[in-house]
Nanobody
Framework: QVQLVESGGGSVQAGGSLRLSCTCR??????????LAWFRQAPGKEREGVAF???????NYDDSVKGRFSISRDNAKSTLYLQMNSLKPEDTAMYYC???????????????????WGQGTQVTVSS
């Protein structure tokens, strides 16, 4: 397991933007080997995958955020990002980053795939 710490959450109006960050206590070399993902969980709902980035920079998104969210990573800083634009009230949730060496394009949405999770950062979008 690796330690992950999210930041950047907050309250915005619909149509606004936020950028989430997730830092990791690994060297850049070790960090670069991990697949990373953002998940979110709204009250009373299951945790769901939002975006995924593999070690080779391959990305995948949930249909609900395609065209609005962008995932990226900076291996030199051991940091994962989620740029969220055109935010909607339905994006309101606790957002978590997750890391795993074996997550891939066919299994990235499964919560059980990931051994390491951050503590979460709250995003609230008002209409």
């Amino acid at each position: 397991q690796v330690q992950l710490v999210e930041s950047g959450g907050g309250s915005v109006q619909a149509g606004g933007s936020l950028r989430l960050s997730c830092t990791c206590r690994l060297s850049g070399y070790e960090y670069s080997a991990y697949a990373l993902a953002w998940f979110r969980q709204a009250p009373g709902k299951e945790r769901e995958g939002v975006a995924f980035i593999r070690s080779d920079e391959y990305t995948n998104y949930d249909d609900s955020v395609k065209g609005r969210f962008s995932i990226s990573r900076d291996n030199a800083k051991s940091t994962l990002y989620l740029q969220m634009n055109s935010l909607k009230p339905e994006d309101t949730a606790m957002y978590y980053c997750a890391a795993d060496q074996w997550a891939n394009s066919y299994n990235w949405r499964f919560v059980t795939q990931y051994r390491s999770w951050g503590q979460g950062t709250q995003v609230t979008v008002s209409s």
